[in-house]
């Protein structure tokens, strides 16, 4: 809550001394510089009524120059105040111009009644000037003079006594203190404090100093002139030797400690600036007072000029006080004024000074501060109930930042108001590009469901929709609700969840349903139709004389094609029964190394390349799984270099497979690239799912036992175009995955150990 001040703009520029700004600013100055007025009139007019003479000439001029300095300063109170009303209407200050207008009525009416009252005062102090030099006057001020010479040697005899108790105390116990000074000084700092002593020290003849304590005025003599001589004797004579300073304002003395070898105690108090200054002026005034008989002339000019400039005070003040109190009565209109263009400028905190009483403006600023006071409330209110939703909203936020499923907020125009962590990173937005766009804009897939919602507003539609993002397919289920408000539809509400891995995971275990039944289905008429048709070679080829080859090739074409059959099969078996991983520690680098060698000998035409050096990696694994896996993905690559096509009259580049492995503190990386076809356009996603082959005599089941190995080892499988050409496959193990796995295995080996035991 701010308030406004009752006085007007101050001007920028720095026109008057620090100390007339705090005149100007106190409210009590106008009342204490009337009071000192009126008082030095009482008192003049006293004087001079009762005969009595109270001043010398000196007195009179400093009277004088007393009465120009006050006149002065009102003057630069009188001019300060002057400017700020001149600059305050030049701005057009609110209040300005009634300001000027009862400034310059009140000077009027102050200023000749002043001029009337000072006239007169003047002639009235003039009639009574002789009775300024009476005996009672001068008697006054010779015993002033002995007033404050009993004074200071009585001051003197105080110090000289406490000197000799202090000095006594420490003597009587010389013998406690002599070895252990700290316990000296201590005792010296509570007399001296306890005494009212301004400094105390303990020194040798020399003037070093053995202990010290030192008060809260300033320097002393001890410390700016040092100790006379005179003194030193004294003492040395086991006198108390007193002395004072320069301006007898600070006394001193010293004495010998005589329980204590070549020790001196010195202590020194300050006398009050007040009588000494008194005593000088006294003695002064009493040593001229004399001389005023012969001067009584000159004296009354003086006093007269006084007069005059008393009465310059007196309409100096006359016009301060009118200035006063017309800026004490503009004040709170101004203050009204510039508080309703705060008010307008949305400060609804501004108050005005109320004041005491019950007049007009008193009850006007109040009821300006009770409507104030209202609609600060009231916006206050305002500002509680939007805090109150806001925290809602936030609480709101927080609460679906925590769940995994997707949600996103629509308004009426399906634009995205509000979405969680978990559905921008599900369509790879981000919230700033995501939030005020139309969701349809950016998930087109959802377009014909969201339609379906604003069709069916009593109940929710639900709905699996695949949608691309950066090249990989990705299947959602979403839900779509709407919120309707007096029977519109206010927004929709959309929830949906990723079930890729899912649908993938179904899709699998229907595929490995499948192969284990083809494998049983297939594999037991084999073997007989591979020895019927190797009987039958051996039997009857002799016995055929017609097309003897063409029987050969028939028995031959049998016997390979079961092979291959049963190859195929045996595959199948193993995809759908494919053992849990056995993890140990493991070289993983020499895994690499040695299935890269094996698989070598079988493409001698294409360049097989390791790039991991003999460095052995260790990795918690299962050895013979990923070496299955690498195998997959070299011969794939191999087989892809071989399946290489070019245009009549070029030649194909040399085959190469680059074999990498790196790691970190996070993973460790196997990464296999080729010069060979690269990946298909389409179906890219589908890849690694059971019997999806690019190739004629593909399975489809190589990639897709790669994957389940790399999901049971907590890993990834990615596919990439190398930038040149071909395809570029990395298995990214996690090395804090391969832990917990190897831990989980070893705990359900234990398991399994302890129930067979």
Avoid at 230 to 242: D, L, Q, S
Avoid at 305 to 315: D, E
Avoid at 619 to 632: E, P, S, Y
Avoid at 746 to 752: C, D, I, L, N
């Amino acid at each position: 809550m701010s308030s406004l001040s009752g006085t007007p703009d101050r001007p920028k520029r720095v026109l008057f001394p620090s100390w007339i700004k705090q005149l100007g600013r106190s409210r009590w100055t106008p009342i204490t510089l009337a009071a000192i007025a009126i008082l030095w009139g009482i008192g003049t007019y006293a004087v001079l009524s009762s005969g009595t003479l109270a001043m010398d000439s000196n007195g009179a001029i400093a009277l004088i120059f007393g009465n120009l300095a006050v006149v002065v300063v009102l003057a630069m109170l009188i001019m300060r105040r002057m400017v700020r009303l001149w600059v305050a209407r030049r701005s057009g200050a609110a209040g300005s111009r009634l300001h000027v207008r009862l400034v310059t009525l009140l000077s009027l009416v102050a200023i000749i009644p002043t001029i009337i009252v000072a006239m007169f005062s003047a002639l009235y102090f003039n009639l009574g000037f002789q009775n300024w030099f009476s005996d009672q006057v001068r008697g006054a001020v010779h015993n002033s003079v002995r007033i404050a010479e009993d004074y200071m040697e009585e001051h003197k005899k105080s110090i000289s006594r406490d000197l000799l108790e202090m000095s006594a105390m420490l003597n009587t116990r010389a013998d406690e203190y002599r070895f252990e000074p700290d316990r000296l000084i201590e005792e010296m700092e509570n007399q001296a404090r306890g005494r009212g002593f301004s400094e105390a020290i303990i020194l040798s003849r020399n003037g070093t100093i053995v202990a010290k304590y030192n008060g809260l005025f300033g320097d002393t003599m001890a410390r700016t002139s040092g100790i006379p001589r005179r003194a030193m004797a004294e003492a040395e004579a086991g006198a108390v030797a007193t002395m004072t300073n320069a301006n007898d304002d600070y006394m001193g003395a010293l004495i010998k400690l005589s329980g204590y070898l070549d020790r001196y105690l010195y202590v020194g108090r300050n006398v009050d600036q007040r009588v000494v200054e008194q005593l000088e002026k006294t003695k002064h005034h009493a040593a001229e007072y004399e001389q005023l008989e012969q001067q009584r002339a000159s004296l009354q000019t003086k006093i007269n000029i006084m007069f005059v400039v008393l009465a310059l005070l007196m309409l100096m003040i006359a016009v301060f006080v009118g200035i006063w109190f017309a800026s004490r009565l503009i004040a709170p209109i101004s203050d009204l004024v510039r508080a309703s263009e705060r008010i307008r400028g949305g400060d609804l905190g501004v108050r005005v000074h109320e004041g005491e009483g019950d007049d007009e403006i008193t009850v006007l600023s109040r009821t300006f501060n009770r409507m104030t006071n209202q609609l600060q409330s009231q916006r206050n209110e305002l500002i509680d109930a939007n805090i109150q939703l806001d925290q809602r909203r936030r609480f709101t936020e927080a609460v679906l930042e925590g769940v995994l499923v997707g949600v996103i907020g629509l308004n009426a125009r399906g634009e995205v108001d509000l979405s969680n962590r978990a559905g921008l990173s599900m369509l790879e937005e981000t919230e700033s590009a995501f939030k005020g766009t139309r969701l349809v804009d950016t998930v087109p897939e959802l377009t014909e469901l969201l339609s379906e919602a604003e069709d069916n507003p009593d109940q929710f539609v639900q709905q699996q929709i695949n949608i691309l993002r950066e090249g990989r397919p990705k299947n959602l289920l979403v839900r779509i609700s709407s919120e309707r408000v007096g029977g519109e539809i206010a927004g929709f509400v959309v929830t949906f969840d990723d079930i890729t891995e899912l649908v993938a995971a179904q899709r699998t275990a229907a595929w490995a349903d499948v192969a284990r039944r083809i494998a049983h289905e297939i594999k037991n008429p084999l073997t007989p139709i591979q020895l019927s048709a190797e009987r039958l070679k051996r039997k009857y080829r002799k016995e055929i004389q017609t097309d003897p080859d063409v029987f050969t090739h028939c028995t031959d074409t049998i016997i390979r094609q079961v092979g291959d059959i049963r190859r195929m099969v045996d595959e199948f078996s193993g995809f759908a029964r494919m053992p849990a991983p056995t993890f140990r520690e493991e070289n993983i680098a020499e895994i690499a190394r040695q299935t890269l060698l094996f698989l070598e000998v079988s493409w001698p035409d294409i360049d097989f390349v390791w790039h991991g050096g003999d460095q052995a990696i260790m990795l918690n694994c299962d050895g013979r799984q990923v070496a299955q896996a690498l195998t997959n993905i070299i011969k794939n690559a191999a087989e892809s270099i071989q399946g290489r096509k070019c245009a009549e009259g070029e030649s194909l580049p040399r085959g190469h497979i680059d074999l990498k492995l790196t790691e970190d503190a996070a993973s460790t990386v196997i990464c296999v690239e080729d010069n060979g076809l690269g990946l298909p356009r389409e179906h890219r996603a589908r890849l690694t799912e059971p019997y999806v082959t690019t190739r004629e005599k593909g399975t489809g089941l190589g990639l897709a036992i790669v994957k389940k190995i790399m999901s049971d080892h907590g890993g990834e499988l990615l596919l990439d175009d190398r930038p040149s050409s071909g395809v570029r496959v990395r298995l990214v193990f996690s090395r804090e995955a391969a832990r917990d796995l190897a831990h989980k295995s070893e705990t359900q080996v234990e398991k399994r150990a302890a129930a067979v035991g």
